[in-house]
């Protein structure tokens, strides 16, 4: 992995970013969630560590109580 590409998964780490294991012999994966106002940014990262994914991104829908309404994260 380039060394910006590092960077930039630190960045990640330290912000909005997390890595995650399915079980104890599974590969790592980085898991990051923003709200929709920052799609463009998440296509940005997606294209950076496209050679390294292999799973498109996927939202989930958060009912606010508060708000009464639902939101695409």
């Given at each position: 992995?380039p060394?910006?590409?590092?960077q930039v998964?630190?960045?990640?780490?330290l912000?909005?970013?997390s890595?995650e294991?399915s079980?104890?012999?599974?590969?790592?994966?980085?898991?990051?969630m923003?709200g929709?106002?920052h799609?463009?940014y998440?296509?940005?990262?997606?294209?950076?560590f496209?050679?390294?994914?292999?799973?498109?991104?996927?939202?989930?829908d958060?009912y606010?109580?508060k708000?009464?309404?639902?939101t695409?994260?």
């Amino acid at each position: 992995m380039p060394s910006y590409l590092i960077q930039v998964l630190i960045g990640l780490l330290l912000s909005d970013g997390s890595l995650e294991k399915s079980s104890p012999t599974s590969t790592t994966r980085l898991s990051v969630m923003f709200g929709s106002l920052h799609i463009s940014y998440l296509f940005h990262l997606l294209g950076l560590f496209e050679p390294y994914t292999d799973s498109p991104i996927r939202t989930i829908d958060v009912y606010n109580k508060k708000l009464k309404l639902i939101t695409r994260k």
